[in-house]
């Protein structure tokens, strides 16, 4: 079994890890800087720390919608594409209680990502006009599937879970359905926050993860899921955890786990992708300090259901 020494990556937050056909590991995650898309490969997932193959895929532009605040980019296979979903915001300027990011995507058609080939797709219009962040996508019998985070307006809190059908990688066939509010106390700590969605289909079930709460040391992560044959479009199909599955480890001064991602070691082992801070006196916003690094630790089944552990 492949040991890591935590955390395997500093100042990476929101990791995302996927393991390719070609048998190279992918990263991205947010930059402390928030101006730029970065991807790394390796053949190993330790070697992703020290890696040269390494590119800055897109840069933000001085000006326009989005210009600042470039967040939490996944990169994607779909369709024979490489596909980086994020968001971005036209300045870092709150209003309503809210940054006002959109979601974007770039793309590339090269077998190999780590090239300087990626175009600018645009924005992925969800109908909603409103604060929305963390895309992710997923594919089951055929059909791909967009996953992501949005203010809705008449609820309350900054962010509620959604899912909609892709009719192309940046473009949606469905309306949005929305999955999962902020209702349980552990979600509302700070801000009333669902958020970073990622999915792995494990034992007949799609498990859907999700982040809540500020992105302090009460940022924890809860778990909604559904049978692979059940109507995904549908919010009925989903059950959701009444209790966080994966938060902050005290003893071990792991603070404010979250926003993962799933990936397999070089055994097919299943992992859990994460961030988190080892201290909690944060100076200001949490937002602006650098220190989220990226952790990973084996994810372990029990009855067919996920066993996340401690934060670690």
């Known amino acids: 079994m492949t040991d890591f020494v935590n955390p395997i990556i500093e100042q990476r937050a929101d990791p995302h890890i996927y393991k390719h056909t070609d048998g190279y590991y992918y990263f991205t995650a947010s930059v402390p800087e928030y101006d730029r898309i970065e991807i790394r490969r390796a053949k190993t997932i330790k070697e992703l720390n020290t890696t040269s193959?390494?590119?800055?895929?897109?840069?933000?532009?001085?000006?326009?919608?989005?210009?600042?605040?470039?967040w939490a980019p996944e990169l994607h296979f779909i369709d024979n594409a490489w596909y980086v979903y994020f968001a971005a915001a036209p300045s870092r300027e709150i209003v309503d209680g809210l940054f006002q990011h959109r979601m974007y995507a770039i793309s590339n058609r090269n077998a190999n990502p780590i090239t300087d080939e990626w175009v600018f797709e645009g924005q992925?219009?969800?109908?909603?006009?409103?604060?929305?962040?963390?895309?992710?996508?997923?594919?089951?019998?055929?059909?791909?599937?967009?996953?992501?985070?949005?203010?809705?307006?008449?609820?309350?809190?900054?962010?509620?879970?959604?899912?909609?059908?892709?009719?192309?990688?940046?473009?949606?066939?469905?309306?949005p359905q929305r999955l999962t509010i902020p209702e349980f106390e552990w979600e509302q700590i700070g801000f009333w926050v669902n958020e970073g969605p990622s999915v792995i289909h494990r034992h007949g079930k799609f498990w859907m993860t999700y982040s809540a709460s500020a992105t302090d040391e009460n940022y924890c992560m809860g778990l909604l899921y559904a049978d692979e044959d059940s109507n995904l479009l549908d919010p009925a199909s989903w059950h959701k955890a009444e209790q966080p599955v994966f938060r902050t480890n005290w003893d071990k001064k792991v603070y404010g786990p979250g926003h993962n991602s799933f990936t397999v070691d070089e055994e097919g082992h299943d992992l859990l992708v994460y961030h988190a801070r080892d201290y909690t006196e944060i100076e200001g916003d949490p937002l602006w300090d650098p220190n989220r690094h990226t952790r990973i630790k084996r994810l372990e089944w029990e009855n067919g259901f996920p066993i996340f552990g401690d934060a670690i």
């Open 53 to 70: 193959e390494l590119i800055n895929a897109w840069y933000k532009p001085d000006v326009g919608p989005y210009s600042d605040l470039i």
């Open 124 to 175: 992925i219009d969800t109908g909603m006009d409103t604060f929305c962040l963390d895309a992710t996508s997923f594919s089951h019998k055929g059909i791909n599937y967009y996953v992501w985070a949005q203010k809705e307006n008449g609820i309350e809190g900054n962010s509620n879970l959604y899912i909609a059908e892709l009719e192309t990688p940046t473009m949606l066939k469905t309306p």
